[in-house]
């Protein structure tokens, strides 16, 4: 059973604009999440973090924001730039170990 | 120069030969990591070593072995390679002293298994 979801396989967002991922998970005892971007042929880059024990982390034009009660996070982008456009990995943290959802993939128009 | 560096980027092997992925990082970290990705899904964690002497099974260690032979490097071996074993591969770091556990990755390598 996936722990973390992520349900938007891919989404399209006007340059300019605001881009919200969003991210579910179903453990309670996480207590740290990532959000991590993915070109192709690269690794994944480290973006932001937040700690469970916050609901809001901002860095730049990222900010990511936790719900606790909903068991939910997303990371809003704004203004939203070409270069943005990636996959992006939400992950969870328990225990030292990363539990990955499966990804969504921003494209941003021009 | 990258901090985290996988060799091969890319391989291509048989079914039922050898094949060892490697791993070298610049970073100072003391824990390492193994992951693959398959097409539509997340990271799943192979393996993991939190120091030299310290090595884990992850999620789907079954037909993988691993070898920490310094504190920068960690190897990722299949005994004898599978079509389902066709991924991308990616090596990790992270600080045991750093916050949250935030990983580093190496660009991946894409195993092909015929």
């Known amino acids: 059973d996936q722990q973390v979801k992520q349900n938007s396989p891919s989404l399209s967002v006007q340059e300019g604009r605001i881009s919200i991922l969003n991210c579910d998970y179903t453990?309670?005892?996480?207590?740290?999440f990532l959000w991590y971007k993915k070109y192709p042929a690269e690794g994944p880059t480290f973006l932001i973090s937040i700690s469970s024990i916050k609901d809001k982390n901002e860095d730049g034009r990222f900010t990511v924001f936790l719900n606790k009660s909903a068991k939910h996070l997303s990371l809003h982008i704004v203004p939203s730039q070409p270069g943005d456009s990636a996959v992006y990995f939400c992950?969870?943290?328990?225990?030292?170990?990363?539990?990955w959802g499966a990804g969504t993939k921003l494209i941003i128009k021009p | 120069d990258a901090d985290v560096t996988q060799t091969p980027r890319n391989r291509i092997t048989k079914t039922g030969k050898r094949i060892m992925l490697e791993c070298s990082q610049t970073k100072g970290h003391d824990r390492m990591y193994w992951y693959r990705q398959d097409p539509g899904l997340g990271l799943q964690l192979i393996y993991y070593?939190?120091?030299?002497?310290?090595?884990n099974k992850g999620e789907i260690s079954d037909g993988y072995s691993v070898s920490r032979q310094a504190q920068a490097k960690f190897s990722l071996s299949l005994e004898s390679a599978i079509p389902n074993q066709t991924a991308l591969y990616f090596c990790?770091?992270?600080?045991?002293?750093?916050?949250?556990?935030?990983?580093?990755f190496g660009p991946g390598t894409r195993l092909t298994v015929l």
């Open positions: 453990n309670s005892m996480f207590d740290y």
């Open positions: 992950a969870a943290s328990e225990y030292y170990q990363l539990i």
């Open positions: 990790a770091t992270s600080d045991s002293r750093g916050v949250g556990d935030t990983q580093y």
């Open positions: 070593s939190f120091d030299v002497k310290d090595i």
